[in-house]
């Protein structure tokens, strides 16, 4: 069975701290791993990453995925209150008649205070 | 449209009640995903459409869920005899096409809630 395990399920930290979060997978017929951030509404993407070893960033955040270890983590550098929201990771696989569906973990529910 | 944008936002209905929940997807947008989001949970995999034709429906729980996408563009999510389990928040998600690189984008949701 699919699967996606995130970590810490919760985290509480300082503004301008800096976080890491954790995710790993167990897929069969890996395509890609995805981070979105979920606010009060959509979660809103982030990054996609299907290459080994290769950091995808954008401004203060920043990803990388570890295709050996079947995972990946995703960095917040100098942590802003707006940065509080649930990130999802969420892993493609190939489903049937060739589909591609996400597989998501449970999230990591990310916390700045002022 | 700009975004994905599903309708209604809420759906309150006693059991036993048949529901139907829209989405339109981002223009142009050729796959069209349905996801169920339990609270404290990430979303879970129930169907998916290529234009019109429905590729997979295996995370479907069972009959009494069907979905369609008639023209390729709007699709609605149907839930029969609804019961109190099927209370979640349901989205969708679109994106390009399937090939890599294609990064699924959802909306807003609608949040169901069976009395």
């Known amino acids: 069975e699919d699967k996606v395990v995130q970590s810490p399920l919760s985290l509480v930290v300082h503004e301008g701290d800096t976080v890491t979060l954790n995710c790993s997978y167990e897929v069969t017929n890996f395509r890609s791993l995805l981070w979105y951030k979920q606010e009060k509404k959509a979660p809103t993407f982030l990054f996609m990453l299907?290459?080994?070893?290769i950091e995808k960033k954008s401004g203060r955040l920043s990803s990388i995925l570890d295709k050996k270890e079947l995972s990946s983590i995703l960095n917040i550098t100098a942590t802003q209150t707006g940065d509080s929201a649930i990130y999802l990771c969420?892993?493609?696989?190939?489903?049937?008649?060739?589909?591609?569906?996400?597989?998501f973990g449970q999230g990591t529910r990310l916390t700045i205070n002022p | 449209g700009a975004g994905v944008s599903q309708s209604p936002r809420y759906k309150v209905t006693k059991r036993g009640q048949d529901v139907a929940l829209r989405c339109d997807p981002i223009?142009?947008?050729?796959?069209l995903y349905w996801y169920r989001q339990a609270l404290g949970q990430g979303p879970e995999f129930l169907t998916y459409?290529?234009?019109?034709?429905?590729?997979?429906k295996s995370g479907l729980p069972n009959d009494r869920f069907s979905a369609e996408r008639p023209e390729g563009s709007i699709s609605t999510l149907t839930i029969q005899r609804t019961e109190q389990r099927d209370s979640a928040m349901y989205r969708c998600?679109?994106?390009?096409?399937?090939?890599?690189?294609?990064?699924?984008?959802f909306g807003d949701g609608t949040r169901l809630s069976i009395l």
């Open positions: 223009s142009g947008h050729v796959s």
């Open positions: 998600a679109s994106s390009r096409w399937t090939g890599v690189n294609q990064p699924q984008h």
């Open positions: 299907t290459s080994s070893g």
């Open positions: 459409f290529n234009y019109e034709a429905q590729q997979d």
């Open positions: 969420a892993v493609e696989a190939r489903g049937g008649q060739g589909a591609q569906k996400l597989v």
